[in-house]
């Protein structure tokens, strides 16, 4: 028995030590390229997105999980923003204008 709970115990902790480190790299840097307001949509140009999978630099639309994001920042400005994957598609959960 003795085995199966240090196995169990050293999955949880290899597991926890895994969503630690990729909570940690969820910031991506990006530029505001448009904004739709209307649409509660904002296209953002990025580096590397690992995560959520995208190892290339690229242009994207996003959702905004809060419209009021959209309002704090403009066309051209530097951001770094943390975005998920949903079946509606991507959305940006925060986001603020890059220092």
Same mark, same amino acid.
């Given at each position: 028995?003795?085995?199966?709970?240090?196995?169990?115990?050293s999955?949880?902790?290899?597991?926890?030590?895994?969503?630690?480190?990729?909570?940690?790299?969820?910031s991506?840097?990006?530029?505001? @390229?448009k904004?739709d307001e209307a649409?509660g @949509?904002i =296209?953002?140009?990025?580096g590397p997105a690992?995560s959520l999978g995208?190892?290339e630099?690229? =242009?994207?639309?996003?959702?905004? @999980?809060d419209?009021?994001?959209? @309002?704090?920042v403009?066309?051209?400005?530097?951001?770094?923003?943390e975005a998920?994957?949903?079946?509606?598609?991507?959305?940006? =959960? =925060?986001?603020?204008?890059?220092?």
């Amino acid at each position: 028995m003795k085995p199966i709970i240090r196995l169990t115990a050293s999955l949880a902790l290899t597991l926890g030590l895994s969503l630690g480190a990729a909570a940690q790299g969820a910031s991506i840097n990006g530029e505001v @390229k448009k904004i739709d307001e209307a649409a509660g @949509k904002i =296209t953002l140009k990025h580096g590397p997105a690992k995560s959520l999978g995208m190892d290339e630099p690229m =242009t994207m639309v996003y959702r905004v @999980k809060d419209p009021a994001l959209l @309002k704090q920042v403009k066309v051209g400005d530097k951001v770094t923003f943390e975005a998920e994957e949903a079946a509606a598609g991507y959305t940006v =959960t =925060t986001m603020q204008k890059a220092k």
